[in-house]
């Protein structure tokens, strides 16, 4: 099992999503910006790495969203979702192939990957919820 982390990041009602680049596994598709845990990290620091290391930003980590585990057929992992803000730096693609700011009604315009099905559900559920 592989831990992942990542970054749920809010401006108003629209939130980050990152293309993964084309020649990576499920490349092209859209994700939440993070990555592996590293022996010794904790997720937080982790999420602050990959950040860093893939957008050059600095996060400030809140509270978890929820965690998902998920099995590719070349990977398990257990996917652990953080609320966080930009604390500082202007956003850089290192890493990925395209990033978009979207609301939650936009969802279905994007191609995720599978692990983060269960997120995007949550995501539009609690969009409901909000709006009784």
């Known amino acids: 099992m592989t831990h992942v982390v990542a970054a749920l990041i809010f401006q108003g009602d629209r939130f980050m999503i990152c293309q993964r680049p084309p020649h990576k596994k499920r490349g092209l598709l859209w994700e939440f910006v993070g990555g592996k845990v590293e022996p010794g990290e904790t997720k937080e620091e982790a999420l602050i790495r990959e950040c860093r290391e893939e957008l050059d930003i600095t996060l400030e980590v809140g509270p978890l969203f929820m965690a998902v585990d998920h099995e590719y057929p070349d990977l398990h992992v257990c996917l652990s979702v953080f609320f966080a803000r930009i604390a500082e730096g202007d956003l850089v693609l290192k890493e990925h192939n395209d990033l978009k700011w979207i609301t ?7 191609d995720f990957c599978p692990a983060d099905g269960p997120i995007l559900e949550a995501l539009q559920e609690r969009e409901k919820g909000c709006k009784l």
């Open 104 to 110: 939650v009604s936009e969802i279905p315009n994007y």
